[in-house]
């Protein structure tokens, strides 16, 4: 059987604020299968950002245990997570944290040149992924030339092009209109099954969690 995208077992995190000691996730089990979308719901605080934040590498667990795609990752030093999040780990955010001087292209084209890929190899698979999220004739735009639609396309382009493992989206349809979120939300659909990627999703919104195959509520840092 194929190991799970995402198992977490009894991952713990404390954050201090001065002298008091905050909880913010309590002892979370959590298993996603690969190539599936799960989403993370919760209020403000409930320790979501958190949870996303371990699972993207991007912060350690106190105690506890995760296996990325069968490789336990929790322990691990900044570069050595930092490495495994180049390689494995897309994001797709709220305010598409694109940057603002740089074309489509070049956007798209980031994260493969942090893997020290050839330019050719780049350029082949900048213009695949930019032609599946049908932004082909757009490469040369720059961001603030696009509607909020086509800006969240290029990240989801972006977190994609290098076939990741799993893609971290947090609340990837809050900014958009309901026609855009629904399409938004298919392409993401789409282009996960066809690049092999696991979506884990924080988010607020139905129109995102009718599409997932499996939500998870999380309160006070407890999943329910």
Same mark, same amino acid.
């Given at each position: 059987?194929?190991?799970?995208?995402?198992? +977490?077992?009894? =991952?713990?995190?404390?954050?201090?604020?001065? *002298?008091?000691?905050?909880?913010? %996730?309590? #002892?979370? &089990?959590?298993?996603?299968?690969?190539?599936?979308?799960?989403?993370?719901?919760?209020?403000?605080?409930?320790?979501?950002?958190? +949870?996303?934040? =371990?699972?993207?590498?991007?912060?350690?667990? *106190?105690?506890?245990?995760?296996? %990325?795609? #069968?490789? &336990?990752?929790?322990?691990?030093?900044?570069?050595?997570r930092t490495m495994i999040r180049r390689r494995s780990i897309g994001f797709v955010f709220q305010s598409y944290n694109l940057v603002p001087v740089m074309s489509v292209r070049d956007n798209v084209e980031y994260p493969l040149l942090l893997l020290g890929l050839p330019a050719g190899e780049r350029r082949g698979r900048v213009d695949e992924i930019l032609d599946q999220v049908g932004l082909a004739g757009l490469a040369d735009r720059r961001p603030d030339q696009l509607s909020g639609g086509q800006r969240q396309r290029v990240a989801i382009a972006r977190a994609l092009v290098k076939s990741p493992t799993?893609?971290?989206?947090?609340?990837?349809?809050?900014?958009?209109?309901?026609?855009?979120?629904?399409?938004?939300?298919?392409?993401?659909?789409?282009?996960?099954?066809?690049?092999?990627?696991?979506?884990?999703i924080a988010t607020h919104d139905d129109r995102m969690t009718a599409h997932c195959d499996s939500v998870h509520a999380i309160t006070d840092g407890s999943l329910q």
């Open positions: 059987m194929t190991a799970p995208a995402i198992a +977490l077992s009894g =991952i713990v995190k404390h954050y201090r604020m001065g *002298d008091e000691d905050i909880p913010a %996730l309590r #002892g979370i &089990d959590l298993a996603v299968p690969s190539g599936t979308f799960a989403a993370v719901r919760g209020p403000s605080g409930s320790g979501k950002s958190t +949870l996303l934040n =371990i699972c993207g590498l991007i912060d350690a667990p *106190d105690a506890g245990r995760y296996l %990325l795609a #069968g490789e &336990d990752v929790g322990g691990l030093d900044e570069d050595a799993l893609v971290i989206a947090d609340e990837p349809t809050a900014n958009l209109d309901t026609a855009t979120a629904a399409q938004v939300i298919d392409l993401m659909k789409a282009l996960g099954h066809r690049h092999g990627a696991t979506f884990l």
